[in-house]
């Protein structure tokens, strides 16, 4: 028997809504999953927000989800070796070993690392502060430092609040400026827009300009009026130079905003030193280009400047991510339709009159061994190696871990391959008590002491709490399960409640318990704030009024209701709550974008702090290495529309064809370094060297090679075999992890100095290969 059935993808930040085709079955599935399994996935043309949209992920959907290397029962290694256990004796494993750990060598002594999933499931949302809040370690790494963690810290320093991130109002822009990004493969992101592609022709359709900044000739550039090939490492330079241009000849003006800001002519101070001229050379952008794109962005009626990866993993990455948000607030595009504008997420906290809030602080504690701030109480995941393998208490370091990292939860992370100078991580992991949330035995779970496999994507509910938050148009959409799990199998949300009562020492505990205390303890702020909607009320009263069938969905529930559109428990009749947002299966629209300032400011002053005293620091360190113009080759990423990060390479739908590991060289590059098309080349960085195909294309500009991330599935004692049979090599060997942007703790992945050669005609011996 077969039916449909909706579920949003979890696989990027475009959360398409997609129609599914379920083959229901009685018993267990053949893999040891629940009956029945996905068959098709199309679009839903229903869904609110992705109108039927789907891209190649998306349509392999039901392939990535019955994978049958996905792992069904938890591992635990008992004599050196990984074995299938029940649920109760892994988490019984997680319970002894981190409680060892913990009462041996304190709270710090314990790491947790969240990967990129964390974001996009519902588990990852709800669980992890709380984790985080027993534990209570000053040793927490994300992949944010691998990423984004820039832009935070700009919102953080800007607006007060670091999770306050102005997405481009997409679909109303006039020109939109894009900057180290990809959307046409990558599908967008820190902009969740389904069809981002679609949005991007109706841009071009409805006469409006689009300029790619991009060391690479991108899909995206392809696309686009106006392609900058720009030296990578840079952008602070060119963007410096346009704010300069913008004060030079008179078109600044902020518009609506202009009384909430404070600092723009200190702006106008720092920006006195690049002039177009003064850094052409060094972005190899023409001045008359930047003097050229500053007075066209300053004359559109309403534009955006956008920046990604390109601008955030790189040396200047947190000053980069502040100069994007400066264009649009000097040119009178921000908190504007068709500027860039803060979403309102269902599940946000509902408006408020505005008053002045905390402000952000950065560097409250440090790391041990180097020293690096913490950053939205995170430390760079670029240090976790050397915070496991070096010994001592370090050199004090205010408010450092008094010790190394002991124990190490990894949930839905591969930092194997994610992080710089993988392959020093990879030996120090082996030293650890590690438990890995994941579904896969892979380069970084095959070091765990136990392994807790969430069920696949089919068999969890999926919100987008992370991604509302970024989304182009406010709108809230639930999907249910799909198939049911297997006997005595915990969802992904069981999972995390169990490990959290593990490390608090209460293994065998109901783990409902967990949510009953958040929604009593959300319950009880809520009704002690006089601005909420349940002001004065028993939170015993309004947690019985909760609706859903887990913890989760009370949890959800309870964030509708007291959300932005909620029903207030009754105030705000009509309001959201999860009943009602069931009722919409294909979603609920709630419109597009409105001003917030000064509502979401939460800076102690009240106003936006154009110019704060970090990013001084760095625009003086930016001019002091503006004589130095190193030459040599710069290596950049690069993303593939049918890939994610590691862990897409075991789905053969998604393998193949121009979805490969080689490294990219402009043809004149080849010429001179006598490299040839389908050759194998020694690539080599600061962190190690490779044997990588060479891939002959002028997609590439002179001086600038490319190679994805992720590959490298070439370790012992993982199980993917799809993956394994073409493993490709991971670049982040090429990092030793040294290279931050200093501010935010993000590791510079983008813009690294590497030299390659033909490779020799023996096989080089490869650098040191896994344990
Ligand atoms: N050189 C270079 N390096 C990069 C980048 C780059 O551009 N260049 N990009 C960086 C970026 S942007 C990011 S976000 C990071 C990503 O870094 P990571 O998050 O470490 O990497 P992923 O490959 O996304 O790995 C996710 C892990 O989650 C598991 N997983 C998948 N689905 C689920 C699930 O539903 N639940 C659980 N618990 N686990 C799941 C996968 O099996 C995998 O082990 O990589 C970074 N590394
Ligand atoms: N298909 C696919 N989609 C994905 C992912 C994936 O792996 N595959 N990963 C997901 C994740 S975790 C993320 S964070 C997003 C990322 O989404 P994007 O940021 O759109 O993705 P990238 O393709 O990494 O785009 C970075 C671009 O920056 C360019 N670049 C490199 N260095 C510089 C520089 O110094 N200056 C400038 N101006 N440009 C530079 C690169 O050439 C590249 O084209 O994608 C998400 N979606
Ligand atoms: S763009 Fe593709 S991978 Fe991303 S959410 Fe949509 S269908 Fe899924
Ligand atoms: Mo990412």
Redesign the pocket.
């Known amino acids: 028997m077969s039916r449909t059935a909706l579920r949003i993808c979890p696989l990027?930040?475009a959360t398409c809504g997609l129609s599914v085709t379920v083959e229901d079955a009685a018993a267990d599935g053949p893999h040891g999953e629940g009956g029945g399994r996905i068959t098709a996935a199309r679009g839903d043309r229903d869904d609110v927000f992705s109108k039927g949209f789907l891209c190649p992920?998306g349509a392999a959907f039901g392939q990535l989800d019955s994978d049958p290397d996905r792992l069904t029962r938890p591992l635990v290694r008992r004599d050196g070796r990984l074995r299938e256990a029940s649920w109760d004796e892994a988490f019984a494993a997680v319970q002894a070993g981190l409680r060892q750990v913990i009462e041996e060598h304190g709270a710090d002594s314990v790491a947790v690392v969240l990967g990129?999933p964390n974001v996009h499931t519902v588990a990852g949302a709800l669980y992890p502060p709380v984790l985080l809040s027993t534990l209570r370690t000053r040793n927490f790494y994300t992949?944010s430092t691998v990423?984004?963690m820039p832009k935070h810290v700009s919102s953080g320093l800007l607006y007060g609040d670091p999770l306050a991130i102005p997405v481009p109002d997409l679909d109303r822009t006039d020109h939109l400026v894009v900057?180290?990004?990809?959307?046409m493969?990558?599908?967008?992101?820190l902009c969740t827009a389904p069809d981002f592609p679609g949005r991007l022709r109706a841009l071009r359709r409805r006469g409006g300009r689009l300029t790619v900044?991009?060391?690479?000739r991108?899909r995206?550039a392809r696309i686009a009026d106006r392609h900058l090939a720009?030296r990578?490492?840079?952008?602070a330079l060119l963007l410096f130079a346009m704010v300069r241009v913008l004060f030079d000849e008179g078109l600044v003006d902020p518009g609506e905003p202009a009384g909430r800001i404070s600092g723009v002519a200190e702006v106008e101070r720092l920006a006195a030193d690049f002039a177009p001229e003064a850094v052409a050379t060094a972005c190899e952008v023409p001045a008359e280009e930047i003097r050229g794109l500053a007075r066209e962005l300053a004359a559109a009626g309403r534009a955006a400047v956008y920046?990604?990866?390109?601008?955030s993993t790189?040396e200047f990455g947190t000053l980069t991510s502040w100069l994007v948000d400066v264009l649009n607030i000097l040119t009178g595009n921000f908190d504007r339709p068709g500027g860039i504008m803060f979403p309102l997420s269902a599940t946000g906290a509902a408006p408020r009159p505005p008053k002045p809030g905390r402000g952000f602080a950065l560097g409250r504690w440090h790391s041990r061994v180097s020293g690096h701030p913490e950053a939205k109480s995170e430390l760079p995941l670029a240090a976790l190696a050397e915070e496991i393998d070096t010994p001592g208490q370090g050199p004090g370091h205010p408010g450092a871990p008094a010790g190394p990292v002991r124990a190490v939860l990894a949930i839905a992370a591969n930092p194997v391959l994610s992080a710089p100078d993988g392959a020093r991580l990879d030996r120090a992991l082996a030293d650890v008590f590690m438990v890995s949330v994941d579904p896969y035995l892979n380069e970084t779970s095959r070091h765990a002491d136990v392994v807790l496999p969430p069920p696949p994507p089919s068999r969890s509910a999926h919100h987008d709490f992370a991604f509302n938050a970024l989304a182009v148009r406010n709108q809230v959409r639930y999907t249910r399960p799909v198939l049911p799990l297997a006997d005595g199998r915990p969802d992904e949300c069981e999972i995390h409640a169990r490990l959290i009562l593990c490390a608090g020492g209460q293994d065998g505990a109901d783990p409902a318990l967990v949510d009953a205390m958040v929604i009593d303890t959300a319950l009880g702020k809520a009704a002690g704030d006089p601005h909420s909607p349940v002001h004065g009320r028993h939170p015993a009263d309004l947690a019985r009024e909760l609706t859903g069938r887990t913890g989760a969905e009370r949890r959800l529930d309870m964030m509708l209701r007291l959300g932005p559109y909620g029903d207030g428990f009754g105030a705000q009749p009509g309001g959201l709550t999860l009943a009602g947002l069931l009722e919409h299966p294909h979603g609920i629209d709630l419109g597009p974008l409105t001003p917030r300032v000064p509502g979401v400011l939460r800076t102690r002053s009240g106003a936006v702090e154009l110019c704060p005293e970090p990013l001084v620091a760095e625009a003086a360190r930016l001019r002091a290495g503006l004589a130095a113009r190193p030459g040599g080759l710069l290596l950049?990423?690069?993303?593939?529309?049918?890939?994610?990060?590691s862990w897409m390479h075991n789905v053969p739908a998604l393998t193949g064809g121009s979805n490969r590991c080689t490294v990219q060289v402009h043809p004149d590059d080849a010429a001179r370094l006598g490299l040839t098309d389908g050759g194998l080349a020694l690539l080599a960085g600061d962190g190690g060297e490779l044997e990588v195909p060479v891939e002959i294309t002028d997609t590439v500009r002179p001086g600038v090679v490319?190679m994805p991330h992720?590959w490298g599935h070439d370790r012992p004692g993982t199980r993917m075999a799809v993956a394994a049979a073409d493993p490709g090599a991971n670049v982040n060997q090429l990092h030793d992890g040294a290279r931050l942007d200093v501010l935010s703790g993000t590791a510079v992945l983008?813009?690294l100095p590497v030299r390659l050669a033909p490779a020799p005609e023996e096989p080089a011996a490869r650098p040191a290969g896994p344990a």
Do not use: M
């Open positions: 990027c930040e992920k990129n992949a990423d984004q900057i180290g990004a990809n959307p493969d990558s599908n967008g992101s900044i991009d060391p690479r991108t995206t720009i990578p490492g840079t952008d920046g990604r990866v390109g601008s790189v950049v990423g690069r993303r593939h529309l049918r890939s994610n990060n490319s992720g983008n813009a």
